[in-house]
């Protein structure tokens, strides 16, 4: 499966912003999609995952709960990130993730992923 990030842009604190992932090749339906970020001389980082089906309310990474909300499209074959409140330290290059054997104790985890997109930045601006 293929995935192409975008929506990054330059934005100020307390800003939304929604990041689109589209997948081609395969149906996302059976796969599990995340959002990972790596800001400058930093790790990739886990920001988001939802598993294969509906029906779940999503992970996230401690930093971004309640602000950002993962969701899929099945008929778009797409996986959205919106994120809102945003501040300075969510400045990042965004990923997109798939998997279609991620378990659940490794949705958090960047090695669960074997499909990657190009990735999109995001600056915040204070």
């Known amino acids: 499966v293929q995935l192409q990030a975008s929506g990054g842009g330059l934005v100020q604190a307390g800003d939304s912003l929604r990041l689109s992932c589209v997948a081609s090749?395969?149906?996302?339906?059976?796969?599990?999609v995340a959002w990972f970020r790596q800001a400058p001389g930093k790790e990739r980082e886990f920001v988001a995952a939802?598993?294969?089906?509906?029906?779940?309310?999503?992970k996230y990474a401690e930093s971004v709960k309640g602000r950002f909300t993962i969701s899929r499209d099945n008929a778009k074959n797409s996986v959205y990130l919106q994120m809102s409140s945003l501040r300075p330290e969510d400045t990042a290059v965004y990923y997109c993730?798939?998997?279609?054997?991620?378990?659940?104790?490794?949705?958090?985890?960047?090695?669960?992923?074997?499909?990657w997109g190009q990735g999109t930045q995001v600056t915040v601006s204070s």
């Open positions: 993730g798939a998997d279609s054997s991620v378990i659940s104790s490794n949705l958090g985890s960047r090695s669960g992923y074997h499909y």
């Open positions: 090749g395969r149906p996302l339906t059976t796969f599990a």
């Open positions: 939802a598993k294969y089906s509906g029906g779940y309310p999503g």
